[in-house]
């Protein structure tokens, strides 16, 4: 089944926020094998973190990744506006699996 | 510049089958593992299939195992999902999508535009 991710999280500009991936044993706290994505509406998603706390260049610094037991975090610090959109993590699941987060749509106040 | 772009979407009856290709340029396409990553309208990401950059290895998800099949042509720079037994859940915009490397780790850092997929009767 999919990853666990709250379905909304908002901020005020400049404000920072965390949005959490729950998965199991068998998936995020097994691999670090997560990525996340930022989604607009109507456009391929695009790699904002990668082996649960690396940013591919050209991603903005106030994007960072972390991990902790089950459960992995996208933290957006300095919050702007253009930062409003759909967000998505995956992971790897053992075998053949890999599996996408219901996403979190991020509202900047 | 690097760049992936599906085709061979469209409107399909259940039961029927569809091929998809994705034509890579820009880069080395060889270098790279390759997905299928699929959307349902107004839904999130489901991942569908992976190739290895070999083409030696593919994986799919349950949901299509036994009735997609991915596969690559490294000397055309292609990348094929071929479908068969459509049902009205697999309607979405399908993305291929390049994995960061030779290894398979699920880092998608590029992808196409996406082809529609709608199955109905």
């Known amino acids: 089944s999919a990853l666990t991710q709250p379905a909304s999280v908002s901020g005020s500009p400049g404000q920072s926020i965390t949005i959490s991936c729950t998965g199991t044993?068998?998936?995020?706290?097994?691999?670090?094998?997560v990525s996340w994505y930022q989604q607009f509406s109507g456009k391929a998603p695009k790699l904002i973190i990668y082996?649960?706390?690396e940013r591919p260049s050209g991603v903005s610094n106030r994007f960072s990744g972390s991990k902790s037991g089950n459960t992995a975090s996208l933290t957006i610090s300095g919050l702007q506006a253009e930062d409003e959109a759909d967000y998505f993590c995956?992971?790897?699941?053992?075998?053949?699996?890999?599996?996408f987060g219901g996403g979190t749509k991020l509202t900047v106040l | 510049q690097e760049q992936l772009v599906e085709s061979g979407g469209g409107v399909v009856q259940p039961g029927r089958s569809l091929r998809l290709s994705c034509a890579a340029s820009?880069?080395?396409?060889?270098?790279?593992?390759t997905h299928w990553v699929r959307q349902a309208p107004g839904k999130g990401p489901e991942w569908v299939a992976v190739?290895?950059?070999?083409?030696?290895?593919?994986s799919y998800a349950d949901s299509v195992k036994g009735r997609f099949t991915i596969s690559r042509d490294n000397f055309k720079n292609t990348l094929d999902l071929q479908m068969n037994s459509l049902r009205i859940e697999d309607t979405a915009v399908y993305y291929c999508?390049?994995?960061?490397?030779?290894?398979?780790?699920?880092?998608?850092?590029?992808w196409g535009r996406g082809t529609l997929v709608t199955v109905s009767s």
């Open positions: 999508a390049r994995d960061r490397g030779i290894a398979i780790e699920g880092g998608f850092e590029l």
């Open positions: 082996g649960a706390i």
């Open positions: 044993s068998s998936d995020v706290g097994s691999y670090n094998l």
């Open positions: 190739i290895s950059y070999d083409g030696n290895i593919q």
């Open positions: 995956f992971s790897y699941a053992g075998g053949d699996s890999w599996l």
């Open positions: 820009g880069f080395i396409f060889s270098s790279y593992a």
